[in-house]
């Protein structure tokens, strides 16, 4: 029986010293090696490329090498594991979500209703719901002496829908339909003033650039339409004495941005509309689960939180 166990003892030693898991992370391990571990888990193929990239920002400086030298594979597959342990995490999680119910109400009524307030309010006063700008012909003007264009005018469509329209600016830009982004560029946009009031559906006129004009004097009002997109932005209507956009200025930043880009600015609303001193429940529980990592194994934590911190400061948004 005790041969049986040395027996055992000694290959877990020599199975240990050569999956080369007590290595130091700046450490590369063997081909050798990394069949071992292949073989032993199928996951460790993700690990050792993550530990790949973590490698490359110890081994950026000095400090950085010596701080975290003494971190083994080891010890850095057995922090991943249990921070990636769902049973771990829901443990946490559930504990501070009790904690968290006793402190918080349920806002989601709440939030549902000034969204849905506000969702309205920008419905009616949004630019694109109170004129239709589109695309109508040209119109060239000719030389007396000759049939040579002297100018190119672009007419557009202004078609009122809520009402008369005391004034108008808009901007646009030409693109050939085969290549349009829809996106106005910064060099090629050009701006519309009409300052006269628009009653009803009427095509109004504006000189084109010159840039635009080289290509569009050779065109007819039928060609151009075939084969140009004009993508268009309303930047003001004046209605009723008012300019509208400034209706759109009294949405709370809060509400703009969730109804822009969903449910994740909802706290926001909570903390500008609601309950000043809220706290979402991600941000409540972050540091529950902080203390806990750092408990697993506090240096593999610091690398990693560092680590985190570096790789999204290089990222250009």
Same mark, same amino acid.
């Given at each position: 029986?005790?041969?049986?166990?040395?027996?055992?003892?000694?290959?877990?030693?020599?199975?240990?010293?050569?999956?080369?898991?007590?290595?130091?992370?700046?450490?590369?391990?063997?081909?050798?090696?990394?069949?071992?571990?292949?073989?032993?888990?199928?996951?460790?193929?993700?690990?050792?490329?993550?530990?790949?990239?973590?490698?490359?920002?110890?081994?950026?400086?000095?400090?950085?090498?010596?701080?975290?030298?003494?971190?083994?594979?080891?010890?850095?597959?057995?922090?991943?594991?249990?921070?990636?342990?769902?049973?771990?995490?829901?443990?946490?999680?559930?504990?501070?979500? !009790?904690?968290?119910?006793? *402190?918080?109400?349920?806002?989601?009524?709440? /939030?549902?209703?000034? &969204?849905? #307030?506000?969702?309205? $309010?920008?419905?009616?006063?949004?630019?694109?719901?109170?004129?239709?700008?589109?695309?109508?012909?040209?119109?060239?003007?000719?030389?007396?002496?000759?049939?040579?264009?002297?100018?190119?005018?672009?007419?557009?469509?202004?078609?009122?829908?809520?009402?008369?329209?005391?004034?108008?600016?808009?901007?646009?830009?030409?693109?050939?339909?085969?290549?349009?982004?829809?996106?106005?560029?910064?060099?090629?946009?050009?701006?519309?003033?009409?300052?006269?009031?628009?009653?009803?559906?009427?095509?109004?006129?504006?000189?084109?650039?010159?840039?635009?004009?080289?290509?569009?004097?050779?065109?007819?009002?039928?060609?151009?339409?075939?084969?140009?997109?004009?993508?268009?932005?309303?930047?003001?209507?004046?209605?009723?004495? !008012?300019?509208?956009?400034? *209706?759109?200025?009294?949405?709370?930043?809060? /509400?703009?941005?969730? &109804?822009? #880009?969903?449910?994740? $600015?909802?706290?926001?609303?909570?903390?500008?509309?609601?309950?000043?001193?809220?706290?979402?429940?991600?941000?409540?529980?972050?540091?529950?689960?902080?203390?806990?990592?750092?408990?697993?194994?506090?240096?593999?934590?610091?690398?990693?939180?560092?680590?985190?911190?570096?790789?999204?400061?290089?990222?250009?948004?």
């Amino acid at each position: 029986m005790k041969k049986l166990l040395l027996f055992f003892c000694s290959l877990f030693i020599i199975y240990s010293c050569t999956n080369g898991l007590n290595k130091s992370i700046i450490e590369p391990l063997t081909v050798d090696e990394l069949k071992i571990n292949m073989k032993r888990d199928t996951s460790f193929t993700d690990f050792y490329s993550m530990i790949q990239e973590i490698r490359e920002y110890v081994l950026k400086s000095d400090v950085t090498q010596a701080k975290f030298a003494d971190i083994t594979y080891k010890r850095v597959k057995k922090y991943n594991d249990k921070i990636n342990d769902t049973t771990f995490l829901r443990k946490i999680i559930n504990e501070q979500r !009790e904690i968290y119910d006793s *402190k918080f109400p349920d806002y989601t009524n709440e /939030v549902d209703s000034i &969204l849905t #307030y506000w969702q309205a $309010y920008k419905s009616k006063y949004s630019l694109d719901s109170l004129v239709q700008i589109e695309y109508s012909e040209l119109w060239k003007e000719y030389y007396s002496y000759s049939n040579d264009v002297k100018s190119v005018n672009i007419g557009f469509l202004i078609t009122p829908l809520k009402g008369t329209i005391e004034q108008l600016i808009f901007r646009y830009s030409i693109k050939p339909k085969i290549s349009n982004d829809g996106k106005l560029g910064y060099f090629d946009t050009h701006r519309c003033l009409a300052s006269s009031p628009i009653y009803s559906a009427k095509t109004l006129y504006w000189e084109a650039d010159y840039s635009d004009e080289k290509y569009l004097a050779n065109k007819t009002s039928s060609e151009v339409s075939k084969e140009y997109a004009f993508n268009i932005e309303i930047v003001e209507v004046r209605m009723h004495g !008012e300019n509208m956009s400034e *209706k759109l200025e009294m949405i709370p930043e809060s /509400v703009s941005d969730a &109804l822009k #880009y969903g449910p994740y $600015y909802n706290g926001d609303v909570i903390r500008e509309l609601i309950d000043p001193n809220y706290v979402p429940f991600y941000e409540f529980s972050k540091q529950a689960l902080n203390d806990a990592y750092k408990t697993i194994d506090s240096e593999v934590y610091t690398l990693f939180d560092e680590y985190y911190n570096d790789f999204y400061e290089d990222i250009d948004y």
